[in-house]
Protein backbone atom coordinates (compact mmCIF):
# COMPACT_ATOMS: atom_id res chain seq x y z
CA UNK A 1 0.00 0.00 0.00
CA UNK A 2 1.52 3.43 -1.08
CA UNK A 3 1.28 6.19 1.43
CA UNK A 4 2.42 8.86 -0.69
CA UNK A 5 1.55 9.03 -3.91
CA UNK A 6 2.31 11.23 -6.47
CA UNK A 7 -0.69 10.77 -9.13
CA UNK A 8 0.99 12.68 -12.05
CA UNK A 9 3.79 11.25 -13.51
CA UNK A 10 5.05 13.74 -15.65
CA UNK A 11 4.23 17.81 -15.90
CA UNK A 12 4.85 20.10 -18.67
CA UNK A 13 5.40 23.93 -18.26
CA UNK A 14 6.52 27.10 -20.17
CA UNK A 15 10.18 28.88 -18.74
CA UNK A 16 7.90 31.89 -16.52
CA UNK A 17 5.45 30.11 -15.62
CA UNK A 18 3.97 28.63 -12.32
CA UNK A 19 4.36 24.54 -12.11
CA UNK A 20 2.14 23.00 -9.64
CA UNK A 21 3.44 19.55 -8.58
CA UNK A 22 1.01 17.45 -6.01
CA UNK A 23 1.67 14.89 -3.02
CA UNK A 24 -1.03 13.28 -1.17
CA UNK A 25 -0.44 10.57 2.06
CA UNK A 26 -2.36 8.49 3.72
CA UNK A 27 -0.67 7.86 7.04
CA UNK A 28 -1.82 10.63 9.29
CA UNK A 29 1.39 10.35 11.71
CA UNK A 30 3.75 11.74 9.02
CA UNK A 31 5.01 15.17 10.61
CA UNK A 32 7.42 16.37 8.21
CA UNK A 33 7.47 16.52 4.59
CA UNK A 34 10.06 17.10 2.30
CA UNK A 35 10.70 17.91 -1.57
CA UNK A 36 13.86 16.88 -3.92
CA UNK A 37 14.60 17.37 -6.79
CA UNK A 38 16.74 14.02 -8.86
CA UNK A 39 18.77 13.66 -11.90
CA UNK A 40 19.09 10.42 -13.24
CA UNK A 41 21.71 7.78 -11.41
CA UNK A 42 22.31 11.21 -8.80
CA UNK A 43 21.42 11.57 -5.33
CA UNK A 44 18.32 13.56 -4.48
CA UNK A 45 19.19 17.23 -4.11
CA UNK A 46 17.18 18.94 -1.14
CA UNK A 47 14.66 21.41 -1.47
CA UNK A 48 12.68 22.32 0.76
CA UNK A 49 10.78 21.27 3.91
CA UNK A 50 7.58 21.51 5.85
CA UNK A 51 6.62 20.58 9.50
CA UNK A 52 3.06 19.18 9.98
CA UNK A 53 2.77 22.28 12.38
CA UNK A 54 2.71 24.71 9.23
CA UNK A 55 0.78 25.04 6.41
CA UNK A 56 3.30 27.11 3.77
CA UNK A 57 6.81 27.63 3.85
CA UNK A 58 8.84 29.48 1.15
CA UNK A 59 12.26 29.41 0.03
CA UNK A 60 13.26 31.57 -2.70
CA UNK A 61 11.02 30.61 -5.51
CA UNK A 62 9.66 27.58 -4.30
CA UNK A 63 6.73 27.44 -1.65
CA UNK A 64 5.42 24.41 0.08
CA UNK A 65 1.79 24.15 1.30
CA UNK A 66 0.05 21.63 3.30
CA UNK A 67 -3.34 20.50 3.78
CA UNK A 68 -3.56 18.03 6.79
CA UNK A 69 -7.32 17.64 6.52
CA UNK A 70 -6.73 16.75 3.04
CA UNK A 71 -3.36 15.04 3.24
CA UNK A 72 -2.28 17.19 0.39
CA UNK A 73 0.83 18.79 -0.48
CA UNK A 74 1.99 21.08 -2.91
CA UNK A 75 5.05 22.84 -4.15
CA UNK A 76 4.86 25.78 -6.18
CA UNK A 77 7.61 27.01 -8.20
CA UNK A 78 7.47 30.30 -9.20
CA UNK A 79 8.69 31.41 -12.12
CA UNK A 80 9.71 28.02 -13.46
CA UNK A 81 12.91 27.79 -15.05
CA UNK A 82 14.63 25.24 -17.68
CA UNK A 83 17.39 24.31 -15.37
CA UNK A 84 14.50 22.65 -12.81
CA UNK A 85 13.65 19.78 -15.65
CA UNK A 86 14.40 16.88 -13.04
CA UNK A 87 12.06 14.32 -11.64
CA UNK A 88 10.82 15.88 -8.20
CA UNK A 89 10.31 13.65 -5.22
CA UNK A 90 8.30 14.53 -2.26
CA UNK A 91 8.95 12.77 1.16
CA UNK A 92 7.66 11.76 4.35
CA UNK A 93 9.04 11.27 7.73
CA UNK A 94 7.66 10.27 11.29
CA UNK A 95 9.98 7.81 12.40
CA UNK A 96 13.35 8.98 13.02
CA UNK A 97 15.18 9.67 9.68
CA UNK A 98 13.08 6.91 7.88
CA UNK A 99 12.03 8.46 4.99
CA UNK A 100 8.82 7.55 2.70
CA UNK A 101 8.85 8.67 -0.85
CA UNK A 102 6.19 9.27 -3.38
CA UNK A 103 6.85 8.32 -7.13
CA UNK A 104 8.22 11.38 -8.16
CA UNK A 105 6.65 13.71 -10.84
CA UNK A 106 9.42 14.09 -13.98
CA UNK A 107 8.82 18.40 -14.75
CA UNK A 108 9.80 19.95 -18.04
CA UNK A 109 10.36 23.35 -18.64
CA UNK A 110 9.87 24.27 -21.95
CA UNK A 111 11.87 27.66 -22.84
CA UNK B 1 31.37 22.01 4.65
CA UNK B 2 31.96 18.50 2.47
CA UNK B 3 28.23 16.78 1.45
CA UNK B 4 27.83 12.99 2.36
CA UNK B 5 30.20 10.76 0.78
CA UNK B 6 29.46 7.64 -0.77
CA UNK B 7 31.93 5.16 -2.25
CA UNK B 8 32.92 3.45 -4.53
CA UNK B 9 29.98 5.52 -7.38
CA UNK B 10 29.95 2.56 -9.78
CA UNK B 11 30.88 -1.55 -9.09
CA UNK B 12 29.43 -4.42 -11.08
CA UNK B 13 29.35 -7.60 -9.10
CA UNK B 14 28.05 -11.25 -10.43
CA UNK B 15 25.16 -13.22 -8.94
CA UNK B 16 26.52 -14.77 -5.36
CA UNK B 17 29.23 -12.34 -4.73
CA UNK B 18 28.36 -10.21 -1.79
CA UNK B 19 29.22 -6.40 -1.67
CA UNK B 20 29.83 -3.20 0.85
CA UNK B 21 29.31 -0.12 0.48
CA UNK B 22 30.32 3.22 2.41
CA UNK B 23 29.42 6.29 3.45
CA UNK B 24 30.77 9.30 5.21
CA UNK B 25 28.06 11.62 6.63
CA UNK B 26 28.15 15.42 6.82
CA UNK B 27 30.68 16.21 9.92
CA UNK B 28 28.04 16.84 13.04
CA UNK B 29 25.63 14.08 11.67
CA UNK B 30 24.81 11.21 13.82
CA UNK B 31 22.43 9.77 11.71
CA UNK B 32 23.06 7.61 8.50
CA UNK B 33 20.41 6.02 6.52
CA UNK B 34 20.10 4.26 2.97
CA UNK B 35 17.98 3.59 0.65
CA UNK B 36 17.69 1.79 -2.33
CA UNK B 37 16.04 3.07 -6.14
CA UNK B 38 14.86 0.62 -8.71
CA UNK B 39 12.70 1.39 -11.67
CA UNK B 40 10.15 -0.63 -10.50
CA UNK B 41 9.98 -0.33 -6.82
CA UNK B 42 10.95 3.57 -6.77
CA UNK B 43 13.13 4.99 -3.70
CA UNK B 44 12.79 2.62 -0.64
CA UNK B 45 13.86 2.54 2.69
CA UNK B 46 15.84 0.34 3.68
CA UNK B 47 18.33 1.27 7.58
CA UNK B 48 18.98 3.78 9.75
CA UNK B 49 21.76 3.78 11.98
CA UNK B 50 21.98 6.32 15.17
CA UNK B 51 24.94 6.43 17.48
CA UNK B 52 25.86 3.12 15.99
CA UNK B 53 22.87 1.13 16.88
CA UNK B 54 20.23 0.23 14.30
CA UNK B 55 17.07 2.58 14.95
CA UNK B 56 14.68 1.70 11.78
CA UNK B 57 14.63 -0.96 9.55
CA UNK B 58 12.55 -1.13 6.61
CA UNK B 59 10.81 -4.32 4.35
CA UNK B 60 14.14 -6.01 2.81
CA UNK B 61 15.59 -9.77 3.26
CA UNK B 62 18.20 -10.43 6.09
CA UNK B 63 20.74 -10.35 2.74
CA UNK B 64 21.10 -6.55 3.49
CA UNK B 65 22.54 -5.63 6.42
CA UNK B 66 24.42 -1.93 7.60
CA UNK B 67 26.37 -1.15 11.02
CA UNK B 68 27.52 2.36 11.97
CA UNK B 69 30.99 3.09 13.26
CA UNK B 70 32.17 5.60 16.14
CA UNK B 71 33.00 7.89 13.70
CA UNK B 72 29.32 7.53 12.45
CA UNK B 73 30.68 6.16 8.67
CA UNK B 74 28.90 3.36 7.74
CA UNK B 75 28.89 0.79 5.70
CA UNK B 76 25.96 -1.33 3.90
CA UNK B 77 26.73 -4.88 3.12
CA UNK B 78 24.62 -6.77 0.40
CA UNK B 79 25.23 -10.93 0.34
CA UNK B 80 24.72 -13.36 -2.20
CA UNK B 81 23.81 -10.74 -4.99
CA UNK B 82 20.99 -11.17 -7.03
CA UNK B 83 20.14 -9.57 -10.49
CA UNK B 84 17.11 -8.36 -9.23
CA UNK B 85 19.77 -6.06 -6.68
CA UNK B 86 20.53 -4.13 -9.13
CA UNK B 87 19.83 -0.74 -8.17
CA UNK B 88 21.16 2.88 -6.99
CA UNK B 89 21.80 2.70 -3.69
CA UNK B 90 21.64 6.35 -1.65
CA UNK B 91 23.44 6.98 1.69
CA UNK B 92 21.89 9.93 4.01
CA UNK B 93 22.58 11.64 7.02
CA UNK B 94 21.14 14.70 9.43
CA UNK B 95 21.90 15.63 12.65
CA UNK B 96 19.43 12.47 14.26
CA UNK B 97 16.50 14.35 15.71
CA UNK B 98 13.03 14.12 13.73
CA UNK B 99 12.34 17.66 11.67
CA UNK B 100 15.59 18.00 10.58
CA UNK B 101 16.77 17.88 6.71
CA UNK B 102 18.28 14.66 5.48
CA UNK B 103 20.65 15.08 3.25
CA UNK B 104 21.74 12.68 0.25
CA UNK B 105 25.00 11.55 -1.13
CA UNK B 106 25.41 11.07 -5.29
CA UNK B 107 24.88 6.89 -5.00
CA UNK B 108 26.83 3.93 -5.55
CA UNK B 109 25.51 2.57 -8.97
CA UNK B 110 25.32 -1.52 -8.22
CA UNK B 111 24.93 -3.73 -11.16
CA UNK B 112 24.61 -7.57 -10.88
CA UNK B 113 25.27 -9.40 -13.95
Known amino acids: D ?4 QNSPSLSVQEGRISILNCDYTNSMFDYFLWYKKYPAEGPTFLISISSIKDKNEDGRFTVFLNKSA ?19 CAANNAGNMLTFGGGTRLMVKP | KAGVTQTPRY ?54 SGRQFSNSRSEMNVSTLELGDSALYLCASSPGTEGNTIYFGEGSWLTVV
Open chain 1, 71 to 89: KHLSLHIVPSQPGDSAVYF
Open chain 2, 11 to 64: LIKTRGQQVTLSCSPISGHRSVSWYQQTPGQGLQFLFEYFSETQRNKGNFPGRF
Open chain 1, 2 to 5: QQVK
